[in-house]
């Protein structure tokens, strides 16, 4: 295996960690000194080699690790993953995307053999070797959405299309920032974005919308979203808000650069082929901003684009008691200098 997985929690002790190849690849988001929303949507074609676009699904040293943080949280809450009776079909369109791209990007981890309706996946990292006929849930130990995706990093949300909108009915969702799937299932593209401040009366939801009823098959799209959370934790959900919540009240200018994360989402969008449904997978990445700051771009960049940002979206996003803190932190690191164009380090 060319991956060295690591041995890392992201709840408790935190002992979680970016080795110094993750940092350089990291998704950064903003390709600019400010930030304001937009439909950054851009073909899911790959990308650079070793950055988290290459593949379809990013598999990286924290694979194994967040598995194991995934099954935590649904024995605990078993809600985290739920599906309404029409998607199955669905789901076996999500266990097929996946096993397929992942066996064919990363064929030293996975394996998949397929003969007929007769397939035999392989999962080295997690250990599953498993044969079991294609379309016949009996033949696994779950529903073939929450099998696959107890193998994926990232949340997933399975959107139906019908009456000219998407409606979130199924779904694994154990590492998101601060919404909740057993509260959105059955709801519209913008009944679930209705908290979003702005955006909706900038237009932003009825393009993206209108954008995403014509994603075709095998042509994917990406975009980038971000937040900020205390302590590396995956789980940030409101139904944990008792657990994670008072966090954001232990940063000192001392121990902000250590605790505080900068939190992004690499959202994806593939059109499946039998159900006519959307999946969404939305990965998580997380760096501390001590961290980010070895990157003398990113340090300026995240500096101005903190400092310059909107009130209401600090507040949306969660950070608005830091923001200060933050701020002042990261100014140690803005020399005044300008920043190149686009996302990836100065080489």
């Known amino acids: 295996m060319t991956i060295q997985f690591n041995d890392e929690t992201f709840r408790d002790d935190y002992s979680y960690h970016n080795s110094a190849e993750a940092i350089r690849r990291f998704p950064f988001p903003f390709d600019k000194d400010d930030y304001m929303y937009a439909v950054n949507m851009e073909p899911h074609a790959g990308g650079r080699e070793g950055s988290p676009f290459e593949n379809r699904f990013d598999v990286d040293e924290h694979y194994v690790a967040e598995m194991r943080d995934r099954e935590i949280t649904l ?8 599906s309404l009776p029409h998607m199955e079909l669905a789901g076996w369109d999500l266990l097929e995307l996946i096993m397929v791209s992942k066996s064919e990007d ?22 599953i070797d498993h044969k079991f006929t294609f379309l016949d849930p009996t033949t696994l130990p779950y529903g073939p959405m929450e099998y696959i995706t107890r193998q994926a990093q990232g949340d997933f949300a399975v959107l139906d299309q019908r009456e000219g909108n998407l409606w979130m009915e199924a779904g694994m969702v154990t590492s998101q920032a601060d919404w909740s799937l057993d509260f959105d299932i059955g709801m519209n593209f913008f ?52 657990k994670w919540g008072p966090e954001k009240r232990t940063l000192t200018p001392e121990n902000v650069g250590e605790k505080q994360y900068l939190r992004v989402e690499l959202q994806t969008f593939f059109r499946l082929p039998r159900s006519n449904g959307l999946a969404f997978p939305i990965r998580c990445y997380l760096i501390s901003l001590q961290d980010l700051v070895t990157v003398p771009k990113w340090g300026r960049r ?22 200060q803190l933050i701020i002042d932190y990261l100014a140690q690191f803005d020399d005044g200098k300008p920043t190149s164009p686009g996302i990836f380090p100065d080489e």
Request: with cysteine; proline share 9%.
């Open 75 to 82: 024995n605990e809450d078993p809600l985290r993953c739920q």
């Open 106 to 127: 990363y064929p030293e981890l996975f394996s998949l053999h397929r003969d007929g309706d007769r397939w035999h996946w392989i999962n080295r990292p997690l250990g």
């Open 302 to 323: 995240l500096h101005r684009v903190i400092r310059d940002l909107p009130d209401e979206l600090a507040d949306y996003k969660g950070f608005a008691v830091n923001r």
């Open 191 to 242: 009944e679930w974005h209705a908290p979003v401040p702005k955006a909706h009366e900038m237009g932003i939801f009825q393009r993206a919308l209108k954008f995403l009823l014509a994603i075709q098959q095998d042509s994917p799209s990406r975009r980038l979203n971000w937040t900020m959370t205390v302590n590396p934790r995956l789980d940030t959900s409101p139904e944990n808000y008792h």
